[in-house]
T-cell receptor, first 115, second 112 residues
């Protein structure tokens, strides 16, 4: 089966600019997560979707970050306007149903550099 | 709150050496415990997991045992290879919530 797709893989922008990241999880994975991984730290959850509904966005800086998953399949994460501290790798993960419900499958990530 | 603490890296070993990466956790309830690995340029991959006390997860020669009494889940491998060079993350989920809480990661460098 195809893995989790993310694009772009790398993005460099200047502060106050906008940026968007795209994720397509494995087919059938109803739960989708966006994590932020700052250099030298472990990933931290930004938002979790179940199908097209938000389950947890308590850690999402809503003044500048937004995310959607309109059809319950692929998802977009946007930052507007970006700050220097948003420089990080943005990871998307999906989780299916059934016997392996604990396992999250991660994409390769998008590395964002804000100058 | 829930948290995971890992030993700081990098851990530098010669090929065929024994590996231990320490991981301890703080969590409400009885968490499930995971080790993820991140190879250069790739996404996180699940290496192994354990869902209850005294369970041992194992994969690719790596193993870790869920120790409730010491709240630990140390990763071990008897003989590392150069291809094991990567960053290893210990993580947990708590019952009823699927979100992973990660440690900071430990870089492993294996030289020939």
């Amino acid at each position: 089966e195809a893995g989790v797709a993310q694009s772009p893989r790398y993005k460099i922008i200047e502060k106050r600019q906008s940026v968007a990241f795209w994720c397509n999880p494995i087919s059938g994975h109803a739960t989708l997560y966006w994590y932020q991984q700052i250099l030298g730290q472990g990933p931290k959850l930004l938002i979790q979707f179940q199908n097209n509904g938000v389950v947890d966005d308590s850690q999402l800086p809503k003044d500048r970050f937004s995310a959607e998953r309109l059809k319950g399949v692929d998802s977009t994460l946007k930052i507007q306007p970006a700050k220097l501290e948003d420089s990080a790798v943005y990871l998307c993960a999906g989780r299916g149903a059934g016997g392996r419900t604990d396992t999250q499958y991660f994409g390769p990530g998008t590395r964002l550099t804000v100058l | 709150g829930n948290s995971v603490t890992q030993m700081e890296g990098p851990v530098t070993l010669s090929e065929e050496a024994f590996l231990t990466i320490n991981c301890t956790y703080t969590a409400t309830g009885y968490p499930s415990l995971f080790w993820y690995v991140q190879y250069p340029g790739e996404g996180l991959q699940l290496l192994l997991k354990a869902t209850k006390a005294d369970d041992k997860g194992s994969n690719k020669g790596f193993e870790a045992t869920y120790r409730k009494e010491t709240t630990s889940f140390h990763l071990e491998k008897g003989s590392v290879q150069v291809s094991d060079s990567a960053v290893y993350f210990c993580a947990l989920t708590i019952p009823g919530y699927s979100t992973l809480t990660f440690g900071k990661g430990t870089m492993l460098l294996v030289s020939p």
